[in-house]
């Protein structure tokens, strides 16, 4: 400023000395000197709003960096936030306003390489969950497209060069916006037009929420890939089982359509023929496993490149319902085969290890005719042995019988047992009912066991009486221990068995459609007639104790009159209770009966017997919740007494016992799309024909499998002894 001041203070002098010469008037040098005066302020003024607009270009650029900064923060979560806080702390210090913008600009730079980085993993996972979304389907949802982060609105366009190092994905809405990138020229590029700013959220969270989802989709593929290499290695088991021909990779030929689903049940045109190229390059390549764990089976081989398709998966399980579905219609028909064959067997005294031999050597569900071969020499044999035959059976039917508890004479055929005129319709004849009688006792098996064990109670019971009514009983050791382990089995064993029978016969009756008889007696007539006879004995006995007279012997049922509903203990007890104190209460000698007389208690109507009119007129008798072991019965059983005057209760429908072909349409099979049934290791056996309860009883072997249930309960009685 002093050399401008100087310059000007030596120049006035020279144009004054002009002026002199020139002989302006002095008026004109006051218009020089307001000239120069005004170009000076002019300069001067020039000079500082240029740098103003630069101090102002400058203060604006780093207003829109710091936007910029803000909406990346926002945009990339922690990490954003952390910047923001070291650039708060780095504007505290000064500095000028192009090392500010430059501090800016590099951290503006790390920011966009963390979003850029956290933007390709994110389009990344977006990716595979689309695709896995589509593989899997709902509830695997494809992702939702990334919002904005907000203030992306406010920021002004620039020129963004579009990013090329990643593949555009497959979710639409994440690469059709434009990006901040980190290209800062200095230079203007023309080639290159303005782009909104538009920031994506890319945040710890968002990055969280897309990491567990394809994390869990992941896990969902790799759970049905393993489910669908399983029922891979159960079709190759069913292959090898059902002996099936090779599946058609063209038009079906060999192979029964029945085993495939219909093509126009497939989803999309051509997918059923696709996989099943793909089944049967899977079953030409891998063995059937036979073992017991599927975690020790071989990895099935062919499965490179296989996804799990929903389409697929639906299609393996159909599958397997189809192939299921006809092992158990081919299973059925050879037992019923084998039915028929064993019992042949055992009338021609087949060697047991031959019989086993044929059974190890034939297992298998394939369509062959073993069993119809095997059908067929027996039946021949039998046509050359026919008097033989006769002796046979009919000593079957007389073990069989009486293995039944059934009374001499009873059956479906008891005068041609007595007939000697040999011929093929008698031996047919007796073979039915032969059959009848084994279906029978496969039919009655565990609790006929238990019925026998009752009655070998009640032996034990008279048995027990008996040893007690012995006067010389005490000068024998040994009987009185046989009485101590008789009692505790007659008391312990005899109630509870008893009260398994009553829980179990009557759901066994309603769903066989028949009473179970034993000996000509239904066997819970006899059981609950056999309670109240025991209760009557008790309440005789305890009244004769107590000096009252006996109870009114009760009406036994007779077919024109109903027997009325055996009353629980609880109501006994009460009506006893209510009777007894009815009757005069005895006095002790000497004692004075007025003031030693008890109140007379009423008779509670709640808990008493109580008799209400039935239809018809017949009164029934009611009781509160009557128990086995009381003497009471459950709704629908029949009442005591049913069987007196040898009245056996008759019941409606064929008979239960009559042998039934086993055809295919017994075995429900399930419509398509229903509810999957998993075969486990354990379900896939090779077939092999189960041998009947009546052929172990005929060769002296019982095969039950209920036996553990009675040796528990024999178990828990000896260990009181």
């Given at each position: ?389 006769f002796v046979e059976v009919r000593q079957e039917i007389a073990k069989l019988q009486n293995h039944l ?187 004075n009966g007025s003031t030693l007389k008890r109140s007379r208690i009423g008779q509670p109507s709640s ?115």
């Amino acid at each position: 400023m002093m050399d401008v001041t100087t310059h000007i203070a030596e120049q006035i002098p020279i144009l004054q000395s002009l002026h002199t010469r020139l002989g302006l008037p002095d008026n004109i040098l006051a218009e020089d000197m307001a000239r120069i005066d005004a170009a000076v302020r002019t300069a001067i003024q020039s000079v500082v709003r240029s740098r103003e607009d630069e101090v102002a270009s400058w203060e604006e650029k780093i207003n829109d960096e710091k936007r910029v900064i803000h909406c990346i923060a926002k945009a990339v979560g922690d990490r954003g936030r952390s910047a923001l806080a070291e650039e708060r702390r780095e504007t505290m210090v000064p500095a000028s306003l192009p090392a500010q913008h430059e501090r800016l600009v590099r951290q503006t730079k790390e920011l966009e390489q963390v979003y850029e980085e956290r933007l390709a993993k994110i389009e990344e996972m977006m990716t595979t969950l689309e695709k896995l979304s589509l593989l899997l389907g709902p509830p695997y949802d494809p992702p939702a497209p990334l919002k904005e982060v907000p203030e992306s609105a406010t920021l002004p366009p620039r020129a963004v060069p579009r990013r090329s190092t990643l593949a555009p994905p497959m979710v639409a809405p994440t690469t059709n916006v434009n990006k901040r990138h980190s290209a800062r020229n200095t230079t203007p590029q023309p080639e290159i037009p303005l782009q909104p700013q538009v920031w994506l959220d890319v945040g710890e969270d968002v990055m969280g929420t897309l990491e567990k989802a394809v994390s869990e989709a992941l896990a969902e593929r790799d759970t049905r890939l393993e489910e669908l290499e399983t029922d891979f290695g159960h079709l190759v088991w069913f292959a090898s089982e059902l002996d099936l021909p090779p599946l058609p990779t063209g038009p079906l030929d060999e192979f029964p359509e029945r085993l495939l689903p219909p093509s126009d049940m497939e989803e999309t045109p051509g997918a059923h023929e696709r996989y099943t190229k793909l089944l049967a390059s899977i079953l030409a390549v891998n063995e059937p496993w036979d073992g017991d764990d599927d975690a020790d089976a071989p990895e099935i081989q062919g499965m490179d490149g296989i996804e799990p398709e929903i389409g697929l998966m639906k299609w393996v399980a159909w599958i397997a319902e189809l192939w299921g579905e006809e092992k158990e219609i081919r299973d059925a028909q050879c037992q019923e085969l084998y039915e028929q064959i064993e019992p042949l067997w055992e009338r021609l005294k087949v060697d047991p290890d031959e019989i086993q031999k044929f059974i190890d050597e034939n297992r298998g569900s394939g369509e062959n005719t073993y069993l119809a071969k095997e059908l067929q020499r027996v039946q021949d044999l039998r046509k050359s042995s026919l008097s033989e035959l006769f002796v046979e059976v009919r000593q079957e039917i007389a073990k069989l019988q009486n293995h039944l508890l059934l009374n001499k004479g009873e059956g479906s055929t008891p005068d041609a047992l007595n007939n000697e005129e040999y011929s093929e319709e008698l031996l047919k004849e007796e073979e039915d009912e032969c059959q009848r009688l084994r279906d029978e006792v496969n039919a009655k098996g565990p609790v006929l066991k238990k019925v026998k064990e009752w009655i070998q109670l009640k032996k034990d019971e008279v048995k027990l009486s008996t040893i007690e009514a012995d006067p010389d009983r005490f000068k024998k050791a040994r009987n009185m221990l046989e009485e101590e382990k008789l009692r505790k089995r007659v008391e312990k064993l005899k109630p509870k068995i008893e009260a398994q029978l009553l829980a179990t016969l009557p759901a066994w009756e309603e769903e066989h459609g028949g009473p179970f008889l034993a000996h000509g007696e239904r066997v819970v007539d006899s059981i609950q007639n056999a309670i109240a006879e025991k209760a009557k004995a008790r309440d005789a006995k305890k009244n004769a104790r107590m000096g009252l007279a006996p109870r009114a012997a009760s009406v036994r049922a007779t077919p024109a009159q109903p027997a009325s509903r055996v009353v629980s203990s609880t109501a006994r007890s009460v009506s006893n209770t209510t009777r007894k104190r009815d009757a005069p209460t005895p006095c002790p000698p000497g004692g004075n009966g007025s003031t030693l007389k008890r109140s007379r208690i009423g008779q509670p109507s709640s808990r008493s017997t109580s008799s209400r009119p039935r239809a018809g007129g017949i009164p029934r008798m009611t009781a509160a919740t009557p128990t086995p072991a009381s003497g009471g019965r459950a709704f629908g059983q029949p009442a005591l007494g049913a069987l007196a005057n040898g009245n056996t209760p008759q019941m409606t429908g064929p008979d239960p016992f009559k042998s039934r072909p086993i055809t295919s349409h017994l075995i429900k099979s399930r419509p398509p799309g229903s509810s999957r049934r998993p075969l486990s290791a354990k379900s896939r056996t090779s077939f092999k024909p189960r041998p009947s309860l009546a052929a172990g009883l005929l060769r002296g072997v019982d095969v039950l499998e209920a036996d553990e249930a009675g040796e528990a309960g024999e178990a828990e009685v000896d260990n009181v002894y």
